[in-house]
């Protein structure tokens, strides 16, 4: 069984950071990318940033330049570091983990609001 687990959302002020974390586990399971979604209230889940392990990355156009994602293929653990936050980018955000040959297994979210 996989599980994941996201951490570190909270409150911030529009301008400031936020760096979040997210661990995968699973027996015998090799994790062959991660990434975040969001989703704001009234709106549809959206990509936000994905990163292989061989460290290959994707991001969405509106967090490019502020986010960096970032893995750490040992721990299986992925990491958000989120800059220059804008009210916009108030959402749950959803750590995915991809393995197998078709499998992704979700986190339970964490609740990021940047306050303007």
């Known amino acids: 069984q996989v599980q994941v687990v996201e951490s570190g959302g909270g409150l911030v002020q529009a301008g400031g950071s936020l760096r979040l974390s997210c661990a995968a586990s699973?027996?015998?399971?090799?994790?062959?990318?991660m990434g975040w979604y969001r989703q704001a209230p009234g709106k549809q889940r959206e990509f936000v940033a994905t990163?292989?392990?061989?460290?290959?990355?994707n991001y969405a156009d509106s967090v490019k330049g502020r986010f960096t994602i970032s893995i750490d293929g040992a721990k299986n653990m992925v990491y958000l570091q989120m800059n220059s936050l804008k009210p916009e980018d108030t959402a749950v955000y959803y750590c995915?983990?991809?393995?197998?040959?078709?499998?992704?297994?979700w986190g339970p979210g964490t609740q990021v609001t940047v306050s303007s």
């Open positions: 995915s983990a991809d393995w197998g040959v078709f499998s992704r297994s």
């Open positions: 699973g027996s015998g399971v090799s994790f062959n990318a």
């Open positions: 990163i292989t392990s061989g460290g290959r990355t």
